[in-house]
């Protein structure tokens, strides 16, 4: 039976009618009357006599998670509502706060389901292809409701596509090779213990991968190490056998400077990978209460296995012809791009032969055919720009008032994540880093130290996280500008903060944005400084845009530019010092300056004087003394040998 806290209500209630129920299922319950009858005051100000009181066993769900009262005394009311009320008192017995907890017992979801069910299936058998075909069907279907051709669905069907692991051999691509450090010694796991339904599982789970041929189920390494249990989920502990291995010289590529090759591509398709790749079997193996297994594929979560697929991939499609120019990687997950149908299918059909050539696989779940607005990475890329996925912002905006610092953290490294898109976002978030920065202060800033730090929110906290979320549902659709268009960089700053952003000549659409709040030595700097801080800021982190052959314009006073390459002789040595680094990094950039006056420059004036708000200036007041250790006589002008003072004759005779 639902039920619904509220703190207005000092007893708990339920309704004649609720109660009828329960007697109906529960015989056994018992009717009491009340010594002191309770009267309260219902909707629109009626007064209601209780005379009657029923004993129930509750179960309540908490954010510690389910709880049961027994006996709990629940008044009687003679009203035609069906809801049960659970009033201060029973709050106040388990400890929880009324004003914070109660939307964590009412939107506590409950679990109807058994996790350790007695049935446990598990399908890696060789793949259906009927099932395949059906679900292509429906992926051709979307497709055509995205627009593509009705006379041309056939060709998008292919025999590259899978629906999870099988029996299928390795990719065809260079295994991952591991070189352990000097002096690696083996690793002895110690041993685990697992619950009936919990050793039930992995046993089936592993012995289904054996005969897959996927692990080997007797190990003759000399490392092994245990899994490490996550429900219905195994998970293997690398953390020990990766400190030893040597990690590859390499990177992950920036999605900031790769996705300017999509820009004006209309059709669009985002595929999975679902095979795996050949390894080293060193320190890949796992132990379970069944024994120890080495898996013949690299698992996820060993060193640089995510680096090592990545640079697979790219390599495979670069030889290709592809990469780049219609194909997009990042780990697993690869955007196939067009400017026509026609282009598009030779693509298509050019990806396919590559994967099938080196025995790749795409999944079939998590998979678009066609569409103008491909979601990738957590972006949705499309003909006019590139936007952050609504779903994910949408979730951070369903989040609600965080009650710990990890939550809190959480939260703000999530929205960071997309800032260049969020227009006033430094002010916005200033009252939530700062509560984050008060409460972690002389602690570690882990994760699970945060966990540990409950905060509570005040009024202006409050209203910033309303404000942040705001800006989430806001926030702006950036383009990346090539060779044709002309950019235009406008900076500005005032006593506070400083803000810059890039944007094309002719749409006016918005390519990059930085804001920032001056802190510490950085208030203090002098108006010149401040000017000059935001344009050298843009050249350092927006340079891959702003190295063009075309060069760009920046929207400037040319005074703030003077004093960078020109700073006269009143400027200190050290500042000047510093000056010359920021000219240096000027030179390496082709620009042309649009001279416009501090009082001209509106936009970028608005958002770096609305957008930073004065912060409080505490006065504060010191006092300082300086005692001398040897107090002496001190002779001001001490008198010569032969000196004498003045008498009155003297005096009056001068």
Not at 83 to 107: H, W
Not at 108 to 135: G, Q, Y
Not at 394 to 405: C, F, I, S, Y
Not at 522 to 541: C, G, L, R, Y
Request: hydrophobic letters at 40%; aromatic letters at 8%; one cysteine or more.
């Amino acid at each position: 039976m639902p039920y619904f806290p509220d703190n207005g209500t000092k007893h708990n209630i339920i309704p004649r009618k609720v109660v009828t129920e329960v007697l109906r299922v529960c015989p056994g319950a018992e009717i009491q009357h009340l010594q002191n009858p309770v009267t309260g005051k219902a909707v629109e100000g009626a007064i209601i006599r209780c005379d009657e009181y029923i004993k129930l066993d509750l179960e309540l769900f908490t954010s510690a998670g389910r709880v049961r009262m027994r006996e709990a005394t629940c008044i009687i009311t003679e009203t035609e509502e069906d809801e049960f009320l659970l009033g201060q008192q029973t709050l106040k017995t388990l400890g929880i706060d009324v004003e914070e907890q109660l939307s964590a017992l009412a939107n506590k979801e409950i679990v109807d389901f058994d996790p350790f069910e007695a049935e446990i299936l598990l399908c890696f058998d060789p793949p259906d292809k009927l099932k395949i075909v059906r679900r292509l069907c429906e992926l051709i279907n979307e497709a055509v409701a995205n627009g593509f051709p009705t006379e041309r669905k056939k060709e998008l069907f292919d025999a590259v596509w899978r629906f999870a692991i099988g029996n299928d051999p390795p990719s065809k691509i260079e295994p991952f090779v591991i070189r352990f450090k000097d002096g690696t010694e083996p690793i002895r796991c110690k041993p685990r213990t697992y619950a009936p339904a919990e050793r039930e599982w992995m046993k089936i789970f592993n012995e289904s991968l054996v005969e897959l041929g996927w692990p080997v189920g007797e190990s003759n390494s000399t490392n092994e190490n245990p899994c490490k249990n996550g429900g219905l989920r195994q998970a293997v502990d690398l953390c020990r056998p990766n400190a030893q291995i040597v990690p590859l010289a390499g990177t992950m590529p920036s999605q900031s400077t790769r996705l300017n090759h999509v820009k004006k591509k209309k059709k669009h398709k985002q595929t999975l990978l679902e095979n795996g790749i050949g390894s080293d079997q060193e320190s890949q193996p796992y132990m379970t209460v069944d024994g120890i297994f080495t898996p013949t594929r690299l698992q996820q979560g060993s060193v640089d296995s995510s680096l090592h697929f990545q640079q697979l991939i790219e390599k495979i499609m670069r030889e290709s012809q592809l990469l780049y120019d219609n194909v997009l990687a990042w780990i697993d997950d690869l955007l196939i791009y067009a400017e026509t149908i026609n282009e598009f299918l030779l693509v298509l059909d050019r990806v396919n032969s590559t994967l099938e050539q080196h025995g790749l696989f795409l999944g079939l779940d998590k998979i678009c055919l066609y569409t103008s607005e491909a979601i990738w990475c957590g972006r949705v890329i499309k003909e006019d720009g590139i936007a952050y996925n609504p779903d994910k912002i949408q979730t951070l905006v369903d989040l609600p008032e965080p009650h710990t610092a990890a939550e809190l953290q959480q939260f703000l490294c999530a929205a960071g994540w997309m800032r260049n898109s969020l227009v006033d976002l430094d002010r916005v978030a200033v009252p939530l880093q700062q509560c984050l920065q008060d409460v972690l202060a002389g602690t570690k800033r882990t994760k699970h130290v945060a966990a540990r730090l409950s905060i509570r929110f005040t009024e202006d906290e409050r209203q910033s996280f309303k404000e942040f979320k705001q800006l989430l549902s806001n926030s702006a659709t950036l383009v990346t500008p090539d060779d044709t268009d002309k950019v235009i960089l406008m900076t500005d700053a005032s006593d506070w903060g400083e803000v810059s952003y890039l944007r094309l000549c002719l749409t006016g659409i918005l390519s990059a944005l930085h804001e920032r709040h001056f802190q510490r030595a950085a208030q203090h700097w002098s108006v010149s400084e401040k000017e000059a801080f935001p344009i050298i800021k843009a050249a350092t982190d927006l340079d891959y845009l702003l190295i063009r052959s075309k060069g760009f314009s920046l929207y400037s006073d040319h005074q703030n530019l003077i004093f960078i390459f020109g700073p006269g002789d009143e400027i200190k040595k050290y500042i000047r010092g510093k000056l010359q680094g920021w000219s240096l990094k000027l030179n390496e950039l082709r620009y042309t300056i649009e001279h416009i006056s501090g009082e001209g420059n509106v936009w970028a004036d608005m958002a770096s004087r609305w957008a930073c708000e004065k912060p409080v200036m505490h006065p504060m007041i010191m006092k300082r003394s300086q005692v001398d250790a040897n107090p002496g006589r001190v002779e001001l002008r001490p008198l010569r040998p032969d000196s004498e003072w003045p008498n009155l004759a003297d005096i009056q005779a001068a």
